[in-house]
């Protein structure tokens, strides 16, 4: 696996969590997971089992900062 396609992973990643676009949370997580699908389906054959790992937290800390940001605007409405 060449270390660039690494990069680009990691880079669309970021992209997608990025709080500033006009994304729900529904789509955010839906837009990660076409990503990591579309990855996965193209270095199956490779051994990525600790990449995975690794890009899993790279995609899960943006995501729970989402997630807790929009459950304070959910309780600050009420």
Do not use: C, D
């Not at 990691?10 to 076409?34: H, V």
């Amino acid at each position: 696996m060449k270390k660039q396609s690494w990069v680009n992973l990691k880079r669309k990643l970021k992209w997608i969590t990025k709080k500033t676009l006009p994304y729900s949370f529904e789509e955010r997580l839906q837009k990660l997971n076409e990503v990591w699908m579309g990855w996965v389906n193209n270095y199956r054959l490779a051994s990525i089992q600790g990449q995975a790992q690794t890009t899993r937290r790279v995609a899960e800390e943006p995501t729970q900062i989402l997630y807790l940001a929009r459950l304070e605007e959910t309780r600050a409405k009420t």
